[in-house]
């Protein structure tokens, strides 16, 4: 009976553990919502440079991104960069989806993963 409320006990810790990582993302309709609201191109950069938020987009989500949700070039550009920064840091990042976390049809990944060590990547 010791053994199974140790095992309990950890199980609970291990899962209180990664409620605590915290992920959440500085979404894509975040950033659009912004634009719409008539945020400055200048703060919508900034905030997606602080948050911690990794933007792995395909080519046609860039193209939605530029056309239907009319994104100026470099905040797509500089979600663009969060994702090349982190392959950078770490290669397997561009294959492994097991790495990303999927909503609203992108894939994000986080600083907070990396503080818990599920990415291998820099955060400042």
Do not use: K
Not at 33 to 48: L, N, Q, S, Y
Request: glycine letters at 12%.
């Amino acid at each position: 009976m010791g053994t199974w409320r140790g095992l309990l006990l950890g199980g609970m810790l291990l899962l209180g553990g990664c409620a605590s990582v915290g992920f959440n993302p500085l979404t894509v309709a975040e950033i659009e919502a912004m634009h719409e609201g008539g945020t400055p191109e200048v703060e919508i950069i900034e905030r997606i440079q602080t948050s911690g938020t990794i933007y792995r987009l395909n080519s046609r989500q860039v193209e939605q991104l530029q056309d239907e949700a009319e994104l100026p070039g470099p905040v797509i550009a500089a979600m663009e960069q969060t994702f090349a920064d982190a392959v950078a840091n770490n290669p397997e990042l561009a294959e492994w989806d097991r790495y990303w976390f999927r909503e609203d049809g992108y894939w994000y990944g986080t600083c907070p993963l990396a503080d818990a060590g599920v990415l291998n990547i820099a955060c400042e």
